[in-house]
C-alpha cells in the first residue's frame, strides 16, 4: 500500500512478475474487466498491475466469482492506496456501512434519483476540499434492481485528447469555478455546509502515471476564472457536451459483487435514472483522496 500518490516505475516495481491482465476491454479501449475467484486472491503485484490499469485503461471493473464480503472490500481498497472516511458523509444516511468504517452506502430508488437530481449528471468527486485533491474511487454492488440501475462513466483523458490544437491552447493553463453544490438541485443548496460553496481548479489536470491530460468540466463548473459567467458559458457548455459524447463514455450494468475502481482526477461519473419504481441498487463506496501539502494520502 502507497502512502502517497506512486509513480508510473514505483507502481511497475510493485508489480513485479504480475501477468495480471484484463480478460477484455470494456468500450472504446476504456475499462478492463479483470476476473478472480475471490479478491483476496490477488497478491501484492497484482495489486500494483491492477493500479496501474486504472491509469492505463481509465476504469477497472473487478468480477469475483465469490461475492465479496463488506470487510473485504474495505480491505481490497486499502491494499491500493489509504481508503478515508468520505468527505461528503454528512449527506450520505447510511455511513458508516456498521463494523467497515470508511464504506458509505448508496441506496438509490426513483424516488432518491428523483431527490437528488446531481448524482445523475456526470461529476468528479472530491474537488473542492483544499488543499486536498480526489484519488481512487471504488464501488461495489451489494443489491442490485430487477432493471436498470446503470452507472455512467465518461474518460476526461480521451475528452482532452479530442480537442483542437487551438481548444488544448486555450484550455491548458485556464483555472474554473466550480460549485460545491449543483445548481440544479435546490436541495442540496439549502444545505448548511461548512466549507465555501465555489472553489476554483485547473480546467486540465495532469496525470503524473500516464503522462496524459485530462478535462475537468462538470455540471458544477460555473465560469472561468477571470471571465464573466456570460462570456465563459457558450465555452463551458461546448466543453461539457464534447467531455460527455457517447464515443467518450461508458455504461455499466452492475451484476452483485462488481466492483468498479477509476480515479476522480481523470474519469468522471454519473447515476442513470433506470431504477424501477419498486426496485433499489445498493452500492458500496471507498474513496482515497490526497494532502496536496505532503503528497499523501489521507485516513
Known amino acids: 500500500m502507497f502512502k ?10 510493485a508489480a513485479g512478475g504480475s501477468d495480471l491482465a484484463p480478460v477484455q476491454l470494456l468500450a472504446h479501449g476504456f475499462g478492463g474487466l479483470f476476473l478472480t475467484d475471490t479478491l483476496e486472491a490477488y497478491s501484492s503485484g497484482d495489486i500494483a498491475r491492477l493500479h496501474l490499469a486504472t491509469q492505463d485503461y481509465g476504469a477497472v471493473l473487478v468480477r469475483s466469482r465469490e461475492v465479496p464480503s463488506a470487510r473485504s472490500f474495505e480491505s481490497f481498497g486499502d491494499r491500493f492506496v489509504p481508503m478515508m472516511q468520505h468527505l461528503d458523509r454528512e449527506g450520505i444516511p447510511q455511513y458508516p456501512l456498521e463494523g467497515c468504517s470508511k464504506i458509505s452506502v448508496l441506496l438509490h430508488n426513483t424516488a432518491s434519483l428523483k431527490a437528488n437530481a446531481g448524482a445523475r449528471l456526470f461529476h468528479h468527486d472530491g474537488w473542492g476540499h483544499s488543499p486536498i485533491d480526489p484519488g481512487l474511487s471504488m464501488l461495489m454492488a451489494a443489491a442490485i434492481p430487477m432493471s436498470g440501475g446503470s452507472t455512467l462513466i465518461a474518460d476526461a483523458r480521451a475528452a482532452y485528447d479530442w480537442l483542437s490544437p487551438g481548444l488544448k491552447n486555450l484550455v491548458d493553463h485556464a483555472t474554473v469555478v466550480s460549485r460545491m453544490a449543483r445548481e440544479h438541485v435546490e436541495a442540496e443548496k439549502a444545505e448548511g455546509r461548512k466549507r465555501a460553496d465555489e472553489f476554483e481548479h485547473p480546467l486540465v489536470c495532469h496525470n503524473p502515471v500516464s503522462g496524459r491530460k485530462s478535462l475537468i468540466i462538470s455540471d458544477r463548473t460555473v465560469c472561468i476564472k477571470g471571465w464573466s459567467r456570460q462570456d465563459s458559458a457558450p465555452l463551458l457548455n461546448h466543453l461539457q457536451q464534447h467531455a460527455i ?41 471507498l474513496v482515497a483522496s490526497i494532502n496536496t501539502q505532503t503528497g499523501e494520502f489521507l485516513k
Open 4 to 13: 502517497h500518490d506512486p509513480t508510473r516505475a514505483e507502481l511497475a516495481a
Open 245 to 285: 459524447q457517447a464515443q467518450l463514455c461508458l455504461r455499466h450494468m452492475w451484476q452483485v459483487g462488481d466492483v468498479l475502481i477509476w480515479d476522480d482526477r481523470w474519469v468522471k461519473h454519473a447515476g442513470a435514472s433506470d431504477v424501477l419504481e419498486a426496485s433499489e441498487r445498493e452500492l458500496w463506496r
